[in-house]
């Protein structure tokens, strides 16, 4: 799978969604980095969304970085009305801090912070800003270009996947609404639990 990373730069391998990941806490690797130019977050759901799990990949590439999200047990969309926010499209962002701690489990991750925004831009503009995660029967997966960070920039931060869509304009994060999942940016090691 290395190999293949390697010799096709856009391309992410498909990783099955067994994987052994220990909730809300980094991996611990007796490896040393595959390379300092690759990142991984494993995602995992919290109380409000217990069954979503995934990946998401950074890769150093010309001029900024590649992201790859490959998602599953996202809920369903139901839409808003003018009383209640809709359940996706879901905000998807990196935040600030690199802490996944439930905490309060009706409105858990708060300890991840806001949205990283190191050059203190407007939302929409933040460098954790990315697009929406769209839903197709609880699967979502997704490749991006962003030329706002390079890996070695994000390790140790959060991304977060939020109830529902961010609408880019709503001070200072976007209206999101609440976090689904959590996962921390590291290094991809050799010998990761996938």
Known sequence: MRNFFYSHPFAVPFLPFGYRYEPYHFIQ?????????????????????????????????????????NISGLPPYLPGDKNKD????????????????VGNPEDPFRAAGEHWNPTNQPHGN??????????????????????????QDIIGKAVIIHQSPD?????????????????????????LPF
């Open 126 to 151: 933040h460098a954790g800003d990315f697009p929406v995660l769209f839903s197709n029967d609880g699967i979502a997966r997704m490749t991006f270009f962003t030329n706002k960070f390079k890996v």
């Open 167 to 191: 609408d880019y304009r709503t001070q200072p994060a976007g209206d999101a609404g609440k976090r689904l999942a959590c996962g921390i940016i590291q290094y991809f090691f050799d010998g």
């Open 86 to 101: 809709p359940i996706g499209p879901h905000g998807f962002h990196i935040h600030e801090k690199g802490d996944c701690t």
């Open 29 to 69: 690797s007796s490896g040393s980095p595959s390379s300092k130019n690759i990142a991984v977050a494993c995602m995992r759901g919290g109380p409000l969304a217990p069954d979503l799990k995934g990946v998401v990949y950074f890769k150093d590439v010309p001029g900024g970085t590649e992201v790859y999200a």
